[in-house]
């Protein structure tokens, strides 16, 4: 017989049987049903809403007959709850017959509940009876809560009240929230109203990024529901928000989903306009609960949409509009789109001192105006893959919380929130150095040339250039859209093409590490330069992306070095075009890859036998010389593409003049290596030249030097630490002795 009841008919029995093992009661009786019946959040407790029924008196009158059931002690716990007494029998068979009256499928609580009035002695009816409730007055209660349907399925229950359960209601809830403030959007939240105001089609879904505010313009209509500033129309609407997860949770089988989501539907429906159902990431709806051979949220709606039976919003982003409702394109139409557009930076900055007060309060602190431009300024640089306002509030956020954090531990009294706060969380996301961006850049930029000369020998030109280009970028002058610089190198190996661009990457964005390099002799077939973008759907790697465009994408500040690019495919200039003149990149998964803050650096070997023929007069690297590289150049690559190049920069070969200084470059390295182990080592005047004279070869530029360097003070060095292992502290001059290196240790 069970198998006819309900599920939460089932959940009941078992909680009593629960009950009566836990009282220690062979039998499990009518108050152990009651008892679970009237507990907090049982199904029950909605039939009583309403009614004329004191309903802590009442659930007293239940323990009373509780507590007049007989207890037990036995050692053997099986004995309790064994089975049904001959009353709770009697009460199911009745609400058999209620079910068959009712001509209904399944029984149901509500049958269990009126069965109990043919039980005239119960003290339970008599209770009821004289507070003025029969079974009349409560099959009408009931009548309502089912909305006169028949009872079908197992999860019946589940549809009552589905509004409630699967729904809040978003008027009530932004009643209560008065700190929720929305800041301008009057035009976004005008063009809702119209559309609901629609004779046909009143369907509105905003589209925008995520972070723009979407969510922040439907907070914004109903803030206008209600203080009545809404046409006659709309006068006395409600929106519920639909949690479409609860919707789908715990949906095993096959029809429970679109059960529940009709449910609500019917309940909007009786509503008779006065509900708008507001769905955010109303995407999913086209998609879920769908299983083989069912039916989808979307295309319950769709009749309702047709006919003008419903109003919706919903909220999504373009990418998952176009992956979902472009594809459906009956539901799509029956929305009207609203775009919601990411503030400019002066409607930001109006957000953000909006809700300065909400978060002083929140977390004890005070926002400084500097804080707020920082915010707008500082995320529309170093978080261009976000959008405002979300993203500067994320950083006020943030900064606020660490400020509090730091004033509870210190116990010091300067809550005020100021740039450099901003400025430390950006260096916490970004991984760029937060005096690199807190340093006056005006002079930093100033002394940009100087300070690569520091690294870079014999290339003052090529330093000049370079220098000259970021600094025309740095001060507005550049095209915004572009990237920071674009350069092509040139030069024979080892003249520091490679070297500067490690340079400018420690300089401008703080690490020598911040550099995204690819070898184009990889890319020289033409099916190589799908692995760029990312191949297309369907094939293998699509899921991986592109090496270029994701490497981007993880290091939006950055060097992209392009090595030999004259090796690459000529598929591969096509796709540098579009980076070149506007500083984007779309990949495979249509994905737009920002690049306006890297600087991309192409290196090439083409014409360095002419710039290593220089070497031979006295005169160097002329302007002879230098016009018969670039009419090679202009045979290489085409015209649109030098074009859009800021500065093609040839290298000088490196003359033996050069060598000392790059040998006194690379000892330092090796003399800061070596103080980690506390070790000194000082090296004579005659010691670099003679490693510069071992090391010189101009075909093969600066490497030489290293190897040098390696096998005649490196070498011996390391012999010497590995005899001597016990030795911690020393200091080492080098000198030169016969013509060969005099090592004297001091320990």
């Keep these: 017989m069970t198998e006819h009841y309900t599920n939460l008919l089932q959940e009941v029995l078992n909680a009593a049987k629960e009950l009566a093992i836990q009282k220690h009661n062979y039998q499990v009786d009518i108050p152990h049903v009651w008892t679970v019946l009237t507990q907090p959040q049982a199904f029950a407790l909605e039939f009583y809403t309403g009614l004329d029924l004191d309903i802590n008196e009442f659930i007293s009158v239940i323990n009373q007959e509780l507590a007049k059931i007989p207890v037990f002690s036995h050692t053997d716990t099986n004995r309790y709850g064994r089975q049904y007494s001959q009353r709770l029998k009697n009460l199911l068979d009745d609400a058999e017959a209620e079910r068959a009256e009712l001509r209904d499928e399944v029984v149901t609580v509500e049958h269990l509940i009126l069965s109990l009035f043919h039980q005239q002695r119960n003290p339970i009816t008599v209770f009821l009876k004289q507070a003025g409730i029969d079974k009349e007055l409560v099959a009408k209660k009931l009548n309502k809560v089912r909305q006169g349907k028949r009872a079908i399925s197992p999860s019946q229950e589940s549809r009552y009240q589905a509004l409630n359960k699967y729904a809040a209601n978003f008027n009530q809830w932004l009643a209560d929230q008065t700190d929720r403030q929305v ?39 109903v803030r206008r529901l209600l203080a009545d500033d809404v046409p006659e129309h709309l006068l006395g609407k409600e929106v519920f928000k ?39 990431d109303i995407h999913q709806i086209v998609t879920a609960g769908r299983t083989e051979g069912s039916l989808d949220a979307g295309n319950l709606l769709k009749p309702l949409l047709a006919q003008g039976q419903i109003n919706i919003i919903g909220t999504t982003t373009f990418a998952a509009y176009r992956e979902s409702f472009e594809l459906d394109q009956a539901l799509e139409g029956r929305f009207q789109r609203i775009r919601i557009e990411e503030p400019d930076q002066d409607k930001a900055l109006t957000i953000l001192q909006g809700l300065r007060k909400n978060y002083q309060d929140f977390h004890g602190v005070r926002l400084t105006d500097e804080a707020l431009q920082a915010a707008i300024s500082l995320s529309i640089r170093y978080l261009s893959d976000r959008y405002l306002p979300d993203k500067a509030l994320d950083l006020i956020d943030e900064a606020c919380a660490v400020k509090k954090i730091q004033l509870a531990q210190s116990g010091t009294n300067q809550p005020d929130v100021s740039r450099e706060d901003i400025a430390s969380i950006i260096e916490r996301i970004t991984g760029i150095k937060v005096q690199g961006i807190m340093d006056n850049e005006r002079e930093h930029l100033l002394k940009l040339d100087k300070l690569l ?3 870079i020998v014999g290339q003052d030109q090529a330093v000049q250039k370079v220098s000259e280009a970021i600094l025309r970028s740095r001060a507005g002058i550049q095209n915004p859209k572009r990237p920071i610089g674009s350069f092509l190198f040139l030069g024979p190996t080892g003249v520091g093409k490679t070297a500067l661009a490690k340079a400018l990457a420690e ?17 020289m077939e033409k099916h190589a330069v799908a692995r760029l973008v ?58 737009t ?26 005169q160097g690297l002329t302007s002879e010389t230098q016009d018969e590289v670039r009419s090679l150049l202009q045979h290489s690559f085409r015209p649109e593409f030098l074009n859009r190049i ?26 800061e290596r070596l103080k980690q ?28 030097i290293q190897r040098s360097i390696m096998r005649y003070l490196e070498t011996p060095l390391a012999r010497y630490l590995v005899k001597n292992k016990e030795t911690t502290e020393m200091t080492v001059h080098v000198s030169l002795k016969d013509g060969q290196l005099d090592f004297n240790y001091l320990v």
């Design 242 to 280: 639909l949690n479409l997860g609860g919707l789908i949770a715990g949906t095993k089988y096959r029809g429970e989903f679109e059960e529940r989501f009709k449910a609500v539907l019917d309940e909007v429906l009786a509503a008779k306009g006065k509900i708008i159902l507001y769905i955010e």
């Design 453 to 455: 000369r520091q690294r």
């Design 593 to 618: 890859i920002d690049f306006k803050n890297t600087i991309l650096i192409m290196t090439s070997n083409i014409g360095s036998q002419q710039i290593l023929e220089s070497l031979k007069s006295e």
């Design 677 to 704: 182990q506390k070790i000194q080592l000082h090296l004579s005047e005659e010691v670099y030249a003679f490693l510069a004279q071992k090391g010189y070869q101009p075909e093969f530029g600066a490497r030489p």
């Design 507 to 523: 300089r401008l964005f703080g690490n020598e590490l911040e550099m995204v390099r690819l070898d184009m002799s990889e890319y």
């Design 534 to 591: 990312g191949p297309p759907p369907g094939y293998v790697g699509f899921e991986e992306g592109g090496q270029l465009t994701e490497a981007v994408r993880r290091r939006l500040y950055s060097i992209v070095l392009l090595d030999e690019i004259e090796k690459a495919h000529p598929d591969v200039f096509n796709s540098l075009l579009q980076v070149l003149d506007e500083g984007r990149l779309t990949d495979s998964k249509g994905r």
């Design 646 to 671: 800021d500065e093609t920069v040839i290298f000088n070969p490196l003359r033996a003049e050069d060598m000392v200084n790059i040998v006194k470059i690379m000892v330092r390295q090796l003399q």
């Design 183 to 221: 800041i301008g959007r009057k035009d976004e939240i005008d063009d809702i109203i119209r559309v609901l105001c629609r004779k046909e089609k009143s369907n509105a879904i905003l589209l925008g990024f995520p972070g723009v505010g979407k969510s922040k313009v439907i907070e914004g209509f």
